[in-house]
DNA sequence: CGGAACGTTGATAGCTATCAATCGACGTGG
DNA sequence: CCACGTCGATTGATAGCTATCAACGTTCCG
């Protein structure tokens, strides 16, 4: 998929909107709280956040990250990913950011064009306060500590996405990459009993997995067929995950703090 | 790699040796000073780090990064890699270590059998008095500004290896491989006029490229024909770099440091 | 109703893996 | 000194996974 065939259509840019009764403003205190213990004030101050003024962004919008700002943002809905195009417009998905990621979980490199496109109607808040306070890591060491593991997650996922381009079958990288996104779904609470809300085109499969989009639906079809998932109308179950998790060769990210 | 190392291979494990006159030991200084401006202090400190007493890893030998000491390492000579071993033997070279960079520029993982493995007769130096001098920023700016870019270098350079994985072909991975690696090269002074010492086989390659052997020899085989590599007995010369930059889409990291 | 976005299907081509064998360089041991 | 084993590079033949091209179906929406 090309860029530049897309980009605002629209909206001329991001829009502010007023603090909104979404349920969804404890996700960022949901997501750090899995990698550290966090006291009542660090969580509030997590909450406080989620529930800020909130900025909309439509699907297929691109969030310039070459922008100040935009590297305290946190994205508490939707799905966005980092993306890389080529010269002649082929494009590479780096990774999927999740509800409760930070857009820049490290200090940010623009190479290779990379940016960030959200991929379904997204929305962000500032988390320039959680910026702060992990900086205080007397008074904060939760959060202190929770986004440093963030950061380190984030560099995991990275590893592993090189070892399922480089190494792994269609079928293999799909179901690897369906595991990882249950695993981080149910970390924030986004899987339920029916499964995960599952936003990704197949044209999107493919670009994250270095797959066309006709063998994607075909892989898909195939594990269908097999009764390894049911993917329909935006939800993703794992009908098998033992199995799933054996073809895959998933291990989730085991992260210690030695440094 | 140097002659003289070759005599050495039947080394079992790790030897602490007295500082030598190896010419290298402003290999560190080197590297950080791209990134930043380093007071002379700095410079000082960071070459008596390099004369420090030296580890020597022999070839294939691991590093285990689960000891705490291996996070303050820095490699001064050779080339190692991280690796990932699927379940089933097949292996993924994550990324190249080259001399100058640290083992674990950033909170280390332990991610998916990530290990680290020399691929040539490597020396290490304990590098904790730049980890320490690098959180003392005010009295060592420069270096602490550099480890920092260095991490986000070394990042960029994961994000590169995405895009390689999925969505570029065996030439152009060969290509935007040996371009990353002669601008890795220069910067630490190893690219000469004779162009640079390459000690990958044509297996650690393919690891890396996730190819074959047999495809990277061809795909080697046919970059020589056309006149745009020159590889043997360990030396790598590109004799048409704009060419191969063209094909492989290679565009050096560009890090703007604003968060 | 037309168009767009997304998913599906079939046919074909092509890149890359795999298997197998050979060759040269090197070091070892008889 | 030479036979031998190992390692890395090379070559040929073949298989197979995945891309590409093209067409069609479905849903949604203005």
Redesign the pocket.
């Known amino acids: 998929m090309l860029l530049a065939e897309h980009g605002l259509q629209f909206m001329a840019g991001p829009e502010i909107r007023r603090p909104s009764s979404d349920v969804r403003s404890e996700t960022i205190a949901r997501r750090l709280g899995v990698l550290a213990n966090l006291s009542p004030a660090e969580t509030a101050l997590l909450h406080d956040v989620g529930a800020g003024p909130t900025t909309v962004w439509t699907p297929r919008s691109l969030i310039e990250t070459q922008a100040e700002y935009a590297l305290q943002l946190f994205l508490i809905s939707g799905w966005a990913a980092r993306v890389c195009e080529l010269k002649d417009g082929r494009c590479q998905f780096l990774q999927l950011i999740l509800p409760g990621d930070a857009l820049a979980p490290h200090l940010q490199v623009c190479d290779r064009q990379q940016t960030i496109q959200c991929l379904t109607l997204s929305r962000t808040v500032d988390g320039t306060a959680i910026r702060l306070a992990a900086r205080d890591s007397a008074k904060f060491p939760g959060i202190a500590a929770a986004t440093e593991l963030a950061a380190a997650h984030d560099r995991a996922l990275l590893l592993d996405q090189v070892t399922r381009l480089g190494r792994q079958?269609?079928?293999e990288r799909v179901a690897n990459l369906f595991i990882e996104l249950h695993y981080r779904c149910s970390q924030v609470g986004l899987v339920h009993a029916d499964g995960l809300a599952f936003p990704l085109?197949?044209?999107a499969i493919g670009d994250l997995l270095?797959?066309?989009?006709?063998?994607v639906?075909?892989t898909?079809?195939l594990m269908r067929r097999e009764s390894m998932i049911a993917l329909k109308q935006g939800r993703l179950m794992l009908l098998n995950l033992p199995e799933l998790q054996a073809i895959a060769d998933f291990r989730p990210p085991q992260i210690e703090h030695l440094g």
Chains 1, 2 share one sequence.
């Open positions: 079958t269609a079928y085109t197949q044209e270095g797959l066309s989009l006709v063998h639906n075909r898909l079809q």
